[in-house]
């Protein structure tokens, strides 16, 4: 039993500094990716949001625009779709305006409408051109109102651009992460390299050296992708108790849960990688070589 422990102990001693480096590194990269899952997301949100209002002419009937309306549910260019009658649309008149047209006309003077929002994919420029001519060819369609062309290049140019800058930082921070553990690795590996080279004099194969120094750091990896994916779900989960809203509704559960997953999927193979990559480095390399080794 106190051999067992004592094993235990040397192992989270030669180890520690591991666990904790990359639990950070983890850590940054984790939030980089929930903010990019929370941004994309948004950015979703914002083009589904763009709104088509259509028209229908007079003579058109409630009943024919609401099976009109029903129609559209079927399109792929549809979502939400909302029928308004002519009273609906006379109640809506009157709350916004505060004028009562029935009254002034004696008769109602308003048409049905027809509402709906648009998918992500049918959110450009061309696309709406499109979906706003295939509307036009509809009979009883007298016009239909569409979102401003500027607003929307300039919020798919914003949007691209966000993605563009996003993109980046996580390739940089993949990139650092890399090279930040390689070096954490390294160094566990470095102090032991006259014991690698004393298996060596005794027999032992470049498997059977490399094989539990490798499992070992990416035991740690995976440990530190556990710490980091705990972190943050201990910062989604109380960050509703320090003011701030409730981070679940950018970053759903089930989301967070692939990034946990990845976390620590992604720590224990890049100290898996890098322990293979340092310990080949310091196989067979004579004692002189070894000394000079840094």
């Given at each position: 039993?106190?051999?067992?422990?004592?094993?235990?102990?040397?192992?989270?001693?030669?180890?520690?500094?591991?666990?904790?480096?990359?639990?950070?590194?983890?850590?940054?990269?984790?939030?980089?990716?929930?903010?990019?899952?929370?941004?994309?997301?948004?950015?979703?949100?914002?083009?589904?949001?763009?709104?088509?209002?259509?028209?229908?002419?007079?003579?058109?009937?409630?009943?024919?625009?609401?099976?009109?309306?029903?129609?559209?549910?079927?399109?792929?260019?549809?979502?939400?779709?909302?029928?308004?009658?002519?009273?609906?649309?006379?109640?809506?008149?009157?709350?916004?305006?505060?004028?009562?047209?029935?009254?002034?006309?004696?008769?109602?003077?308003?048409?049905?409408?027809?509402?709906?929002?648009?998918?992500?994919?049918?959110?450009?420029?061309?696309?709406?051109?499109?979906?706003?001519?295939?509307?036009?060819?509809i009979p009883g369609v007298e016009s239909v109102a569409t979102p401003e062309s500027a607003v929307v290049d300039?919020?798919?140019?914003?949007?691209?651009?966000?993605?563009?800058?996003?993109?980046?930082?996580?390739?940089?921070?993949?990139?650092?992460?890399?090279?930040?553990?390689?070096?954490?690795?390294?160094?566990?590996?470095?102090?032991?390299?006259?014991?690698?080279?004393?298996?060596?004099?005794?027999?032992?194969?470049?498997?059977?050296?490399?094989?539990?120094?490798?499992?070992?750091n990416m035991y740690a990896g995976l440990l530190a992708g556990l710490v980091a994916a705990a972190i943050l779900?201990?910062?989604?989960?109380?960050?509703?108790?320090?003011?701030?809203?409730?981070?679940?509704?950018?970053?759903?559960?089930?989301?967070?849960?692939?990034?946990?997953?990845?976390?620590?999927?992604?720590?224990?193979?890049?100290?898996?990688?890098?322990?293979?990559?340092?310990?080949?480095?310091?196989?067979?390399?004579?004692?002189?070589?070894?000394?000079?080794?840094?």
């Open positions: 039993m106190k051999k067992g422990k004592e094993v235990k102990i040397s192992y989270w001693a030669a180890h520690a500094t591991t666990i904790v480096t990359v639990s950070l590194v983890l850590l940054i990269i984790g939030m980089i990716a929930l903010i990019g899952i929370s941004a994309r997301r948004e950015t979703t949100r914002i083009r589904e949001s763009l709104e088509i209002s259509v028209v229908m002419a007079d003579s058109v009937s409630d009943s024919s625009a609401a099976a009109i309306a029903g129609n559209l549910k079927a399109l792929p260019y549809c979502r939400n779709v909302e029928f308004i009658s002519k009273a609906k649309a006379m109640e809506m008149w009157k709350m916004d305006t505060g004028e009562d047209l029935e009254a002034l006309f004696g008769v109602n003077p308003l048409s049905p409408e027809i509402s709906f929002t648009l998918p992500e994919s049918y959110s450009a420029r061309d696309s709406i051109t499109k979906v706003c001519k295939a509307l036009n060819a300039a919020m798919n140019s914003n949007i691209a651009r966000l993605s563009i800058i996003l993109g980046a930082v996580a390739v940089a921070m993949l990139l650092i992460s890399f090279v930040l553990i390689n070096n954490t690795v390294h160094l566990t590996i470095y102090a032991r390299r006259f014991i690698i080279h004393t298996m060596q004099l005794v027999g032992a194969t470049n498997g059977f050296i490399r094989r539990p120094i490798v499992l070992r779900a201990v910062v989604l989960a109380s960050a509703p108790e320090f003011g701030f809203s409730d981070l679940s509704t950018y970053i759903p559960w089930e989301y967070f849960g692939i990034v946990a997953v990845g976390l620590v999927i992604a720590g224990g193979a890049i100290c898996a990688a890098a322990a293979l990559i340092a310990t080949s480095r310091y196989l067979n390399r004579d004692y002189h070589q070894l000394v000079l080794a840094r």
